[in-house]
């Protein structure tokens, strides 16, 4: 496993994507929708890893009931892995919380899953493949 990314939950992508321009000195490489999560995001490269902005589209969002509960900042930590079917069905053994049945298509090309915080002690884990095209 890589960190491929840590998921930063902010209210205006437009106003962060600014403040993390300047943090980092360098531009978003992208900015995706991701319906079915109901967020925008925007995503920095830095070196191996990435952050990933998260602004809530609608008020049902993840994201917004995250920022309303317990304010911006640090949402998930992902990581990369080889196989994410091999590695959830070795989690759910091992008597991690799943909350996603299947892995589904999250944002950057990648198939994601969540993992429950409170088997983390706290901390939202995102395991993610990258989604190979044949
Ligand atoms: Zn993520």
Do not use: W
Not at 98 to 121: E, I, T, Y
Request: a negative charge; charged letters at 30%.
């Amino acid at each position: 496993m890589k960190i491929e990314h840590i998921g930063i939950a902010v209210k205006s992508l437009e106003t962060a994507d600014k403040i993390f321009a300047q943090l980092f000195n360098q531009q978003a490489y992208k900015h995706e929708t991701v319906e079915s999560e109901s967020v925008t995001t925007s995503f920095f490269q830095l070196g191996q890893s990435k952050i990933e902005l998260l602004e809530a589209s609608d008020p049902t969002s993840a994201i917004a009931k995250f920022i309303a509960k317990r304010g911006e900042g640090i949402h998930h930590i992902a990581f990369e892995v080889e196989d994410i079917y091999v590695e959830l069905k070795r989690l759910r053994e091992e008597g991690f919380q799943v909350l996603n049945d299947q892995p589904k298509k999250g944002a950057d090309n990648k198939l994601v899953a969540f993992v429950h915080p409170r088997d983390c002690h706290g901390v939202l884990v995102e395991l993610c493949q990258e989604i190979k095209n044949e």
